[in-house]
Nanobody
Framework: VQLQASGGGLVQAGGSLRLSCVASGRTFSIYDVGWFRQAPGKEREFVASITWRTSSPYAADSVKGRLTISRDSAKNTVYLQMNSLKPEDTAVYFC????????????WGQGTLVTVSS
């Protein structure tokens, strides 16, 4: 599975962005796709995930209500809608896929930078 993330950029606090993650290759093997982020000097953290076949979403408590994950099955694309952005949301955002056999995030996109200015 190959993943291509895009949509990052510079936005003011309170603004919105939508990230996209396009999957290609052996997409039939995907169990779910997750978004993670890594801020400067911090460890990578889980943000949200969505199951591939049923589009069931799950989000970390820290982002619920502001960041929403969704999927367009026709486009093999997972989105992360980010609203009411805060400076602490500044990070490189990655999408990753888990497959049914290993249930580990083994396929990663290249990351897209989100910068939120105060």
């Amino acid at each position: 599975v190959q993943l291509q993330a895009s949509g990052g950029g510079l936005v003011q606090a309170g603004g919105s962005l939508r990230l996209s993650c396009v999957a290609s290759g052996r997409t039939f093997s995907i169990y779910d796709v997750g978004w993670f982020r890594q801020a400067p000097g911090k460890e990578r953290e889980f943000v949200a995930s969505i199951t591939w076949r049923t589009s069931s979403p799950y989000a970390a408590d820290s982002v619920k209500g502001r960041l929403t994950i969704s999927r367009d099955s026709a486009k093999n694309t997972v989105y992360l809608q980010m609203n009411s952005l805060k400076p602490e949301d500044t990070a490189v955002y990655f999408c990753a896929a888990r497959d049914f056999s290993t249930r580990t995030y083994s396929s990663w996109g290249q990351g897209t930078l989100v910068t939120v200015s105060s």
